[in-house]
């Protein structure tokens, strides 16, 4: 089991910055990529983005890609989401994950663990 506890959240106008953090618990963190999601009232859960094992390798939504920064750090077992240039259409509550090796790094079914999610609203 992996425990994930997001933190971070909360309200800002467009254009302002964030940064979440997702600590993890439980078992060996490095065994595990991460990624997370965020969904919207009304609508479905979206991958934002993920990260490899140790960092190396990241992928994000063509929606936040050049605004946001995941990175991990291992040693804290913790991630984080460095969000930029923030718009009122990123508001939804956001969800940390994690995953075993082999599986696809966008879809969330492939995710075995969640966090609670963490809210963050941005105002125009």
């Known amino acids: 089991q992996v425990q994930l506890l997001e933190s971070g959240g909360g309200l800002v106008q467009a254009g302002d910055s964030l940064r979440l953090s997702c600590a993890a618990s439980?078992?060996?963190?490095?065994?595990?990529?991460m990624g997370w999601f965020r969904q919207a009232p009304g609508k479905e859960r979206e991958f934002v983005t993920a990260?490899?094992?140790?960092?190396?390798?990241?992928y994000y939504s063509d929606s936040v890609k050049g605004r946001f920064t995941f990175s991990r750090d291992n040693a804290k077992n913790t991630v984080y989401l460095q969000m930029n240039s923030l718009k009122p259409e990123d508001t939804a509550v956001y969800y940390c994950?994690?995953?075993?090796?082999?599986?696809?790094?966008?879809?969330?079914?492939?995710?075995?663990?969640w966090g609670q999610g963490t809210q963050v609203t941005v105002s125009s």
């Open positions: 994950a994690a995953r075993p090796a082999g599986r696809s790094w966008k879809r969330p079914e492939e995710y075995d663990y």
């Open positions: 439980g078992r060996t963190f490095s065994n595990y990529a």
């Open positions: 990260i490899s094992f140790y960092g190396g390798i990241t």
